[in-house]
């Protein structure tokens, strides 16, 4: 029997039926009731920090990427699987030294470099490795170019980048923001509350995203190497070539390295979110600019110098693409289409074709799911019973259920 999907009606709601990515907002839009914690698991959560009140945590609940999702890209060429959009092509940081240090290309990177040298933008709020806790990610402001080329590369575990939200919007000055698509999503639909975003956001730059894994997934890597959290001063993801390779680097002057392989190869270990399984927009159609790796079949064939698959999906985009290819940061490549991004993204594809599935599994076994609009879920439904019943199943199984944090 069809049951009729309904969202979270709280902020507990959401991330006891893992809707929550840890995404930050909760924190910079309700300071007093909710502070971003890392939870055993290695997933940030917000912990309450009073009893919780629905109706105080409405402006949270309009934006959570757990409640809604949506579509707001306008350019003019639009595919099923890969939404709206301007362009599609290959493109890298002209200078080389960033294009190594970043995760693929360095796009992001030289975007981020470009608005701030061309006083587009005073700062970027986006995320780096804590400096106390190199292990983890928190989010920064970054100032000038140089700050912004330090903080380059991939962090596949759990990042709060909208905790500093508020803070950005504080300074009341124009700045660029770099994060997840659903990040990307949930900044969106602040927008409609918020007029500020529309006065000072300059642009909404993202990676297309495969999914944030838990921190268990580097504590694994440490468990491995015989090296505890506290003796970490280092750990990279990728980088340092493309792919590049993971590296941790000690207190006491020891320095492991893995390639991407070694670390990726085994998809069952990647212990990815359950936001991400569920993820209806993994593929930026919320920013201005996402940029994604190019490798067929999504596995690289080794090292190389760094082409990043970029695509453009608003005029803002569009614009800011154009500016920094004249400005001599960004080198543009061949042109791609839709159909060459179902082969770099194969896992993206099926993805948007098993969502509308997953989620009547969820509202079948009595789940709140999030409303989604513009996504094209339902044209895009592949109707895998198999898929329907396992999120049913697993959702009824408790496997993703999660516990509220305490502070
Ligand atoms: C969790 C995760 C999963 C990914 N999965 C895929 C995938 O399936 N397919 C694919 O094509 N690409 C994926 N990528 C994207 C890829 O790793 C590159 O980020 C992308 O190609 C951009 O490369 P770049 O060289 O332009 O980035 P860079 O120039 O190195 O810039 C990266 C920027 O992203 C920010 N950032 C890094 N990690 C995070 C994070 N966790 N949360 C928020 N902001 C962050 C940094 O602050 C930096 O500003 C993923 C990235 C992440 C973080
Ligand atoms: S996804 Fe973001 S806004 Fe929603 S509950 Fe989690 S931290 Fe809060
Ligand atoms: S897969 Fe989706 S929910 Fe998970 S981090 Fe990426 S954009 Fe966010």
């Not at 890392?38 to 109706?55: K, V, Y």
């Not at 360095?106 to 470099?113: E, I, P, R, S």
């Not at 009595?366 to 895009?380: N, S, T």
Request: net charge negative.
């Amino acid at each position: 029997m069809a049951t009729s999907p309904r969202q979270p009606a709280s902020v507990g709601e959401v991330v006891e039926h893992g809707l929550c990515i840890g995404c930050g907002l909760c924190e910079a839009l309700g300071p007093d009731r909710w502070k971003m914690t890392m939870t055993e698991e290695g997933r940030l959560r917000p912990a309450p920090l009073s009893d919780e009140n629905p109706a105080a945590d409405a402006a949270i609940l309009a934006a959570c990427p757990g409640v809604t999702a949506e579509a707001t890209a306008d350019g003019p060429e639009h595919d099923e699987v890969w939404g709206r959009y301007a362009h599609m092509g290959e493109a890298w940081a002209d200078d080389p030294e960033i294009r190594f240090r970043a995760a693929t290309g360095g796009v992001l990177t030289a975007l981020g470099m470009h608005l701030l040298k061309s006083g587009k933008a005073r700062f970027i709020l986006h995320c780096a490795a804590d400096p106390a806790h190199p292990v983890r990610s928190r989010w920064v402001m970054s100032e000038t170019p140089e700050e912004v080329a330090l903080r380059a590369g991939s962090r596949y575990g759990p990042s709060d980048t909208l905790a500093g939200l508020e803070a950005a919007l504080t300074r009341n000055e124009p700045f660029a923001i770099i994060a997840k698509p659903c990040d990307a999503g949930a900044v969106r639909a602040r927008a409609k509350a918020d007029p500020r975003l529309d006065d000072l956001l300059v642009a909404v730059l993202v990676m297309v995203c495969g999914g944030a894994s838990d921190l268990g997934k580097s504590w694994l890597l440490l468990d491995e190497l015989g090296v505890t959290e506290d003796d970490v001063t280092l750990f990279r993801y990728r980088g340092f070539g493309n792919p590049g390779r993971a590296r941790v680097e000690t207190r006491d002057g020891r320095a492991y390295e893995r390639t991407y392989d070694e670390l990726w190869g085994d998809e069952a270990g990647w212990r990815i979110q359950t936001r991400c399984k569920l993820c209806p927009d993994a593929i930026g159609e919320a920013a201005d600019i996402a940029a994604a790796d190019i490798w067929p079949g999504a596995q690289p064939e080794g090292e190389d110098a760094g082409f990043n698959g970029v695509i453009t999906r608003t005029s803002t985009g569009q614009r800011l693409m154009q500016a920094a290819v004249e400005a001599g940061d960004l080198v543009r490549g061949k042109d791609h289409t839709p159909r060459d991004y179902d082969h770099f993204q194969p896992h993206q594809v099926s993805k948007k074709r098993a969502m509308a599935a997953r989620l009547r599994g969820l509202s079948r076994a009595g789940w709140p799911v999030y409303a989604h609009k513009g996504l094209r879920l339902d044209a895009l439904d592949a109707g895998d019973e198999a898929e329907e019943q396992g999120a049913h199943d697993r959702a009824l199984s408790g496997r993703f259920s999660e516990k509220l944090p305490r502070p």
